[in-house]
């Protein structure tokens, strides 16, 4: 029997105050990119990637204390998106300047999809670092961010995010 720990799950009532949208605005681009709960329950993150000004992405982050993730191995999403890539991105400490990160393809319906702790590459503004991978101890942050080099609209849908 494997245990499980429901990170997030969306729902018409759940509060998202500790979820936070970070635009490419932050270096001067034009992104915009907006994280709601839909009419169904849903949460919802949608806007348009611009590379203007050096822009290039949008991100939704979610903040919360310090858990210890050691007995976990995986993140299991339950998502809905637009057939576009994306990043799915954990910081150990919010205060870290990297993340450790995977990438997803999304295929426009609903999927169930897995990452693995050990899959998932020390990252700093697009470049892979000379780290190991993420370890899997402790998480501060999770975080979705689309940034595939090219002017796109996008859109998620977000159900539940698991540890397993």
Not at 61 to 87: A, M, W
């Amino acid at each position: 029997m494997s245990k499980s720990f429901v990170l997030f799950d969306f729902s018409k009532e759940c509060n998202i105050q500790k979820w936070s949208v970070v635009n490419d605005g932050v270096m001067g681009g034009l992104s915009k990119g907006k994280f709601s709960v839909n009419d169904e329950g849903y949460g919802y993150f949608e806007g348009n990637v611009s590379l203007e000004n050096n822009g290039g992405f949008s991100s939704v982050r979610y903040n919360f204390e310090t858990i210890s993730v050691s007995g976990f191995k995986k993140i299991t999403l339950r998502l809905k998106g637009d057939g576009k890539q994306y990043q799915i991105r954990v910081k150990t400490r919010i205060s870290d300047y990297y993340s450790y990160i995977a990438y997803i393809k999304t295929n426009g319906e609903w999927q169930t999809l897995e990452i693995m702790f050990s899959d998932m590459i020390p990252s700093f503004r697009g470049n892979k670092l000379e780290l190991p991978n993420y370890s899997g101890e402790y998480m501060e942050q999770f975080a979705i961010l689309i940034g595939n080099k090219k002017n796109e609209d996008f859109e998620l849908y977000l159900d539940k995010i698991e540890l397993e």
